[in-house]
């Protein structure tokens, strides 16, 4: 079983940033790849990026370099620095565990999803 708890969600201005954690637990098998992901009211969650078990991270193509993941704390802490915030950036914030080590940015690819936090940009 793997939990995931996020933070650091809040209210920003356009052309601020913000970093997100999600903290982790539980096997770690079960969380070969971590993503990262948003969902805008009404639709569907859209993926930003994930980071496997090996460091390798990798973005959707709409990132643009503006959002970074990372990991810390042995790969038990992520997060998601994003900067130049836009207002269409507004969307629950979601991290989420895959077992398995073919990653990608699809959400049916993820059991394991956190509570969400919200990023309000204005």
């Known amino acids: 079983h793997v939990q995931l708890v996020e933070s650091g969600g809040g209210s920003v201005q356009a052309g601020g940033s913000l970093r997100l954690s999600c903290a982790a637990s539980?096997?770690?098998?079960?969380?070969?790849?971590m993503g990262w992901f948003r969902q805008f009211p009404g639709q569907g969650r859209e993926g930003i990026g994930y980071?496997?078990?090996?460091?390798?991270?990798k973005y959707a193509e709409f990132v643009s370099g503006r959002f970074t993941i990372s990991r810390d704390n042995g790969g038990d802490d992520f997060y998601l620095q994003m900067s130049s915030l836009k207002p269409e950036d507004t969307a629950k914030y979601y991290c989420?565990?895959?077992?398995?080590?073919?990653?990608?940015?699809?959400?049916?690819?993820?059991?394991?999803w956190g509570q969400g936090t919200q990023v309000t940009v204005s």
């Open positions: 539980g096997d770690p098998r079960m969380r070969a790849c």
């Open positions: 989420a565990a895959r077992a398995y080590s073919e990653c990608g940015v699809t959400p049916a690819m993820y059991s394991y």
């Open positions: 980071i496997d078990s090996d460091g390798t991270i």
